[in-house]
């Protein structure tokens, strides 16, 4: 089977996150132990290193404990060397687990391989990232309803949904989201077609 060369080294939560994604990437995948990266100063100093030498990709699972793990590296590594790759919000539980997770989604070792590739792709990991001339802003989100008004947050949240990103999403991680992954004149047909109004 054809592995997809990534040259970033890949941030997971687990082994069997590791296990996952080394059937589907040739990259350099390395795990935080979940919580473990809080204490582990050497890790955390690893993959600041990694990030500096080749950028990382951080692809954690979509609930509150990936969240914070990725905001964790976030914090210690420089914006421009840190692609934040997002799987959607898919409800189940992992074959190998009794019960599903406390929030009652599949984590990364969960996800099937293309909806990994997708994830990839959307984050502009997997397809060269072309120059996009006319980017979404923040003024364009508040224009279009998804910030700033009364209902910016259920507007938001179908949004996601749609594009099948995690509803934890920070207003400036949609942004880049949606910057890699179509034009402003999509996102604007695309609101219309979800009847989102400002």
Do not use: W
């Amino acid at each position: 089977m054809e592995k997809i060369k990534l040259t970033e080294a890949v941030i997971v939560e687990g082994r069997y996150d590791k296990l996952k994604l080394a059937n589907i990437l040739d990259a350099f995948i390395i795990e935080t132990n979940g919580f473990g990266v809080f204490k582990d100063k050497e890790k955390l100093k690893f993959i600041k290193k990694l990030a500096e030498e080749r950028g990382i990709i951080v692809l954690t699972d979509s609930d509150h404990a990936g969240f914070m793990i990725r905001n964790h590296i976030a914090s210690a590594v420089p914006k421009n060397r840190i692609t934040n790759v997002y799987i959607p919000d898919i409800y189940g539980k992992e074959k190998r687990k009794a019960e599903p997770s406390k929030e009652g989604k599949l984590g990364v070792e969960g996800m099937t391989k293309d909806v990994i590739l997708e994830a990839l792709k959307k984050a502009g990991v997997t397809c060269s990232v072309s120059q996009n001339d006319d980017p979404v802003t923040t003024a364009d989100l508040f224009e279009l309803g998804l910030t700033g008004t009364p209902n910016a947050k259920e507007n938001r949240k179908r949004l996601m949904q749609k594009l099948d990103l995690p509803e934890f999403l920070s207003t400036s991680a949609l942004l880049s989201c949606i910057n890699n992954m179509m034009t402003k004149e999509e996102l604007i047909n695309l609101n219309s077609e979800l009847g989102i109004r400002n």
